[in-house]
């Protein structure tokens, strides 16, 4: 133990050295996971049969091909907009799940400007299981991080090691530990492993008709994305988000003459009366928010939503348009519908002489924590107690973002994510993984899809 507890909790501190808050909270997480892994590792011999404990020595065995595995495919740049590094990543998992008797096909993204993305199926009897992850990261082929590097003994940085190729293999181990204990053929498996998780394709239904389709199959979807990346969670919902588009106008006059019934307001008082409604009638609702990222106005607009713009006019000139852009999260497609038609009508109260419209964008769906979802992550937690890794509680939505698995949760039974491979600085250059979470999430993962069996 005192290994355990001397070497980590430096290296933690290194990951997180910038952020002194956060560091002391990542560093008491682990302190507190520690102590559980310790304290019930005596429990394991008694919760674990023969062939769950086959399953873990599998998923040790073949750790030194799982480091292999992510290491080579760290090492292709697969930057979302990198199409035939994401299709060589894409191929190299391929190769894998064949290996495990997977039907494996390419479904090219041409329809919605991306790489395209892998599905994988191996239908036998059983639970029907969609497993998800992506095959792209946030880092373009100019980006000064390319390559896997192994800091120690625990810790390896690299673009998209916990983000998610990690992830990936995490999900693999898992299988191959099943496999191990030949318990493959008592389920019934689709993988989907995305190109575009990190900028989605457009049209947005055409870039997730695999994913969707597999969850139309499925009765339980699990993702591997990293979570927060503490082991003592996972995901059971994240919220939806939405882009919205306002559109206003105003009619153009002296500044001298606005407030004259005949002249109006204009189009940037409308603009303002909008946004500050949003904010009075929508701030502080439970997991709610509304957020302008947005704004130009004046004589003419010249504007891109989503990305920016920029505007002309003058002092002494009523403002004649106006175009603002944001984003809209939201826990259920109930909130989701229920505040769109508020923003609606917020938008259609026009002042005199304006006039504005909303458009919203097609957006992630919401994953709410359903029943489902929270029975699915009981038995993931009393898997990992069992194994001696502790407790798992569900993180707290606001602090989960949109991902892929949210378009299934309107299709499956059971949903969980977020037992990929975890670390820190994912996103950033300083993306670290925790290597010791591989086996432990590969052997988490494993013995719940075998108790799912044996339910
Ligand atoms: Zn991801």
């Known amino acids: 133990m005192a290994f355990y507890f001397l070497i980590p909790i430096d290296t933690v501190s290194y990951n997180f050295n910038k952020f002194s808050f956060m560091g002391i909270v990542m560093r008491l997480a682990f302190l507190v996971f520690l102590v559980f892994s310790s304290s019930s590792s005596i429990a394991r011999a008694q919760s674990t049969d023969a062939r769950e404990r086959a399953l873990l020595a599998a998923v040790d065995n073949n750790y030194d091909h799982a480091l292999q595995l992510l290491e080579q495919t760290v090492d292709i740049n697969s930057g979302t907009y990198n199409f035939p590094g994401v299709r060589l990543v894409g191929e190299r998992f391929m190769q894998e799940f064949a290996a495990l008797g997977f039907d494996t096909t390419w479904q090219p993204g041409d329809e919605f ?29 100019d980006s000064p991080f390319q390559e896997f590097e ?31 204990v030949d318990a493959l053929d008592d389920l019934s498996l689709t993988v989907v492993l995305t190109g575009d998780e990190e ?19 499925a009765d339980i979807a699990i993702g591997f994305e990293d979570g927060d990346s503490n082991p003592a969670t996972a995901v059971i919902a994240r919220r939806g988000s939405v882009d919205w588009e306002l559109t206003v106008t105003g009619k153009p006059a002296h500044s001298s003459q606005i407030f004259q019934p005949e002249v109006g307001f204009g189009a940037i008082y409308e603009a303002a009366r909008i946004l500050n409604a949003f904010r009075e009638q929508l701030a502080g609702k439970k997991l709610l928010t509304v957020n302008p990222g947005i704004i130009s106005g004046g004589t003419t607009v010249n504007y891109e939503a ?21 984003d809209l999260r939201t826990i259920s497609p109930q909130q989701l519908a ?3 038609s508020e923003m609606l009508s917020i938008v259609a109260d026009s002042l005199p002489q304006t006039a504005a419209t ?29 194994l001696g890794f502790g407790p798992v509680q569900a993180v707290d939505p606001r602090n989960a973002g949109a991902a892929d698995i949210s378009f299934t949760a309107a299709y499956v039974d059971m949903a969980i994510d977020g037992v990929g491979l975890m670390g820190s600085g994912g996103h950033t250059v300083d993306e670290i993984a925790d290597l010791r979470t591989l086996p432990m999430n590969a052997k ?12």
Do not use: C
Not at 199 to 217: C, M, T, V
């Open 306 to 326: 989503g990305s920016g713009g920029s505007a002309t006019g003058k002092d002494n000139v009523i403002a004649q348009t106006l175009r603002a852009s944001g």
């Open 150 to 180: 192994l800091i120690d003994k625990h810790f390896a940085s690299g673009p998209g090691t916990t983000d998610m190729k990690g992830g990936n293999v995490v999900m693999l181990e898992a299988l191959r530990g099943l496999d191990a």
């Open 113 to 141: 400007h991306r790489a395209g993305h892998v599905v994988a199926t191996r239908h036998r009897k059983g639970p029907k299981v969609l497993l998800i992850g992506h095959l792209d990261t946030v880092f373009p082929v």
């Open 358 to 386: 909303i458009r919203f964008g097609e957006g992630y769906p919401p994953m709410s924590a359903t029943d489902g979802n929270r029975k699915l992550l009981s038995l993931f937690d009393e898997v990992s107690r069992d």
């Open 199 to 217: 900028a989605s394709g457009e049209p947005l239904p055409l870039a997730r008709k695999s994913l969707i389709d597999a969850a139309k199959w």
């Open 444 to 455: 988490r993962v494993g013995v719940l899809l075998l108790r799912l069996i044996e339910r």
């Open 338 to 340: 229920k505040v769109q």
